[in-house]
């Protein structure tokens, strides 16, 4: 019995008989004599990847040439990555361990093999155009395998292989292989930055419980030494912070501290200064924003404060009679020994007095006035 078989032109079939390998098929039509049908025909895309591992490895095995004239071998080892392009086109990246098998004629293809051994970074070039893949004609798979990182202006960035500090990176783009490692970039503003140190509650040398909020202001001074040193040193930063403020209210009573808000920033600064050097962080100043004191603390000062100022106004109150008895007595003295002085005063006096009176009629003169103003007044 007569059976034909059609494989169009972007396919590639693959002969089986009783369901194995026979013969790979090319475009066109073919014939074969198979009266107890035990023929079939599997037929592949020459545009897609040959997903039928076992096909290709009996290929390899037994018929290498019949291997190497329909597919493109992709085998890549431990250590290796792939970049696989079509029609000089990069698209997908391969991870290590990739047996991938693509049909010749229709498509050229190209592998590009990289060494991971020899260095995590990629090209600068490679990275700018892996960094939008979304905005190519046909996106790149595979990035998953790659750590993109941007590293804005005035920052830089720090680069953690396998938990050591290897490098700083500089604005721009960059790209890192994941496989066979561990990659982290943390991004460092370099810019001066201010650190709140916020709700701190503090008890003073008095037992009375604080609240306090101090602000510092830093920034890195050297960055690769800072990391080198320290896990994270904002974090190192802040707890050395929380720790200078203690010393700072802890030895001190609350009267000292209302008095001299001052002490606390120099304490705190001093305690810096000295646990900072070498480590690549420069505070250039520190603050106490608030005191904040309990309520019946507060309760209590407000009374103590309203107390003195009351003494000090009755102080003061006392202070000026004083000053006008005092003044009283020399005038008193003065008009006793100079009768001129005397008389001014009557007029003045009298000046007084006839502010408070509508119509005053005068007889005798204005010494005849003086007389008996003077007269009422000692009779009364």
């Known amino acids: 019995m007569l059976r034909r078989f059609v494989v169009k032109k972007n396919e590639c079939g693959v002969l089986l008989r009783d369901g194995d390998f026979e013969c790979l098929l090319d475009s066109g039509r073919h014939y074969f004599v198979d009266p107890l049908r035990r023929l079939a025909l599997q037929v592949w895309r020459l545009d897609a990847p040959m997903s039928d591992l076992n096909t290709v490895d009996y290929l390899l095995r037994h018929q290498p ?35 991938c098998f693509f049909w010749k004629g ?17 090209p600068a070039a490679l990275a700018t155009r892996l960094a939008q893949p979304n905005l190519r004609g ?14 804005p202006a005035y920052h830089l960035g720090v680069l ?36 709140e140190v916020s709700g701190q509650e503090i008890l003073s040398r008095d037992k009375v419980g604080l609240r306090l909020n101090l602000a510092a202001t830093w920034r890195y001074t050297d960055v690769l030494r800072a990391f080198e040193h320290l896990c994270k040193p904002a974090e190192h930063l802040y707890r050395e912070l929380q720790l200078g403020l203690r010393a700072a209210v802890g030895t001190r009573s609350l009267d000292e501290l209302l008095e001299n808000k001052q002490v606390i920033d120099e304490v705190v600064s001093a305690h810096v200064a000295r646990k900072l050097p070498g480590l690549g962080i420069e505070v250039s100043g520190v603050g106490v924003k608030d005191i904040i004191l309990p309520g019946e603390m507060k309760t209590i000062l407000g009374q103590v404060v309203e107390a003195q100022k009351a003494a000090e106004a009755n102080v003061i109150r006392r202070r000026e009679e004083t000053a006008a008895t ?23 006096t009298l000046e007084r007095v006839a ?9 005798g003169g204005l010494d005849q006035v003086l007389n008996g103003l003077v007269r009422i007044g000692q009779a009364r």
């Open 65 to 99: 040439q019949t291997a190497a004239e329909h597919f493109e071998c992709m085998v890549l080892g431990e250590d290796e990555a792939g970049l696989r392009y079509e029609m000089d086109i990069l698209v997908e990246i391969l991870p290590p361990g990739s047996r």
């Open 355 to 363: 502010e408070r009176i509508d119509r005053i009629s005068v007889f």
């Open 326 to 348: 005092r003044s009283l007595l020399n005038t008193a003295r003065v008009m006793e020994d100079n009768p001129t002085a005397l008389r001014l005063k009557e007029l003045e």
């Open 160 to 195: 953690k292989v396998d938990s050591q500090v290897t490098q700083l990176l500089q604005p721009g783009m960059a790209a890192f292989w994941r496989y066979n490692r561990d990659v982290q970039v943390e991004l460092v503003d370099t810019r001066l930055q201010v650190m």
């Open 138 to 151: 046909r996106p790149v798979t595979g990035l998953s395998g790659l750590l993109l990182t941007q590293v």
């Open 106 to 122: 229709l498509l050229v293809h190209r592998l590009e093999r990289i060494d991971l051994t020899a260095q995590a970074a990629l």
